[in-house]
């Protein structure tokens, strides 16, 4: 049985319901304004080292009471920033022992997150939770009917939801600048880490401060091999979603919340074309397409993903000399009346014409309320922070990063499948016409491991 928050984590009995009411339209309307209560929150970490430096350090305002990481020597800056916090290696021991602990952030990778999200949940905290939300579709959707039956206030780390860009962006979308949207385009440079590679025979001696065995947690055991570590993980298909897991849930984030595609969900994805793709490691290159259909007054949409510095074909009307996104990384939206494009978190929106000069067009009134703080990096933090404070839900809670983390990994289902066209039934997460593909839908938990049981409630959709 889910632990539900208590009054001394800042919650009223009514939020799971709230929570729940909010899957078409998730809260976007925080108060930028809001100044931080007296009070402050027990923050604990759950990843201390590398981004959760970040993590833990853009809620430095608050009480840190505990760290966690499973190699000491990597976490050993945090320590120091934070002496007073008790430290440990697993983070089932620092939650059971610490019930004073509101909120957690958790900057495992990818393999995990799931897992400590779910059980940080179900033992009464509030989570932060490194993108991707999940490492595949099936932990996604558990993730989010979690956080709707315990009722925590939850947060994805995709920090461009909290920035102006993409809100701008949203409302050049929504104001009819560019038309009907029929396409989209994003695409990104990762990988920057090894790919395409088999898996090392080799077995190196284990370091002194590192707790393999817990870091590998749900993923099938294998010997210690630096070949993983300490950034190398995210190519490796136990542990990491490879580029579309690293970017997709920042780039893409425009496009899902201007275009409303995790409303629905995609009937379809394909993989196009890859390089090096194989059962160890996620390709050095690939680009796959997927089928939305029609969401409200939008019609229905083609969304490519390129990595591994695959870009776009540029459109006939527009110069070589126009940027599209940021060069290496960004989004191009197709309309019937011209075109749009941004950077990696949605920075810089801006409309251009067919025939690639920049449109003019009246400045869209501004619908969805700015969240961004004067330290823009730290903003989704406390936006989060905030939002426990007061009994609300911020942008990137998991109703909305939920669904959107559940369409990106089908990219990486269809890495198995190349060629096949996917067919998706988003409400009953089916592929409908591939039984081997329906087997990957859900992670395959290893070790003992095993996501709390949910509670007999509706699915998302």
């Not at 390709?283 to 390129?306: H, T």
Request: hydrophobic letters at 35%.
């Amino acid at each position: 049985m889910a632990k539900k928050l208590n009054r001394r984590s800042f919650l009223k009995g009514a939020v799971a319901a709230a929570v729940a009411s909010q899957i078409k339209t998730p809260f976007h309307t925080h108060n930028p304004n809001y100044t931080l209560a007296a009070s402050k929150l027990n923050i604990a970490a759950i990843g201390s080292g590398g981004k959760g430096n970040t993590d833990i350090n853009g809620c430095n305002e608050e009480n840190v009471v505990a760290l966690c990481d499973v190699d000491y020597k990597n976490a050993a800056k945090t320590f120091a920033q934070f002496p007073n916090a008790k430290q440990y290696k697993d983070f089932r021991d620092m939650l059971d022992k610490h019930p004073e602990i509101d909120a957690v952030t958790i900057s495992t990778p990818d393999h995990f997150h799931a897992y400590a999200a779910d059980y940080a949940m179900r033992a009464g905290k509030h989570v932060y939770v490194q993108k991707p939300l999940t490492y595949s579709i099936g932990e996604a959707r558990h993730l989010t009917l979690t956080a709707r039956e315990t009722g925590a206030i939850t947060q994805m780390g995709n920090q461009g939801h909290s920035f102006n860009g993409v809100r701008d962006m949203c409302e050049i979308i929504w104001s009819g600048a560019i038309g009907d949207v029929t396409e989209a385009h994003i695409w990104t440079n990762r990988p920057v880490w090894p790919q395409g590679i088999d898996r090392p025979a080799e077995a190196h001696d284990v370091p002194e401060t590192f707790d393999w065995d817990l870091w590998q947690g749900p993923a099938e055991h294998r010997p210690y091999n630096r070949a993983y570590l300490p950034f190398k993980w995210r190519g490796w298909k136990d542990y990491g979603a490879g580029a579309l897991g690293d970017m997709a849930c920042h780039i893409a984030d425009p496009a899902n919340w201007a275009l409303k595609l995790s409303s629905v969900g995609p009937t379809s994805v394909q993989l196009l074309d890859s390089e090096g793709n194989n059962d160890e490691t996620f390709p050095n290159k690939a680009s796959m397409v997927y089928e939305f259909p029609a969401r409200g007054d939008q019609p229905p949409i083609k969304l490519y993903w390129y990595d591994g510095g695959n870009l776009p074909p540029r459109p006939s009307d527009i110069p070589s000399d126009v940027e599209l996104g940021e060069g290496n990384n960004g989004t191009l939206f197709v309309g019937t009346e011209g075109y749009a494009t941004c950077d990696t978190y949605g920075d810089r929106p801006r409309v251009i014409a067919k025939g690639g000069k920049p449109k003019k067009y009246d400045t869209p009134e501004q619908i969805i309320t700015r969240v961004q703080y004067k330290d823009k990096w730290k903003s989704p933090y406390i936006e989060w922070l905030n939002a426990i404070k007061t009994d609300q839900q911020p942008g990137s809670n998991f109703e909305y990063a939920g669904p959107f983390t559940e369409w990106v990994n089908m990219g990486n289902l269809s890495l198995s499948f190349p060629g096949e066209k996917l067919l998706w039934d988003a409400k009953t997460m089916t592929v409908t016409n591939n039984r081997k593909a329906n087997k990957l839908v859900m992670r395959d938990y290893k070790n003992g491991y095993k996501l709390g049981k949910l509670a007999p409630i509706p699915k998302i959709g």
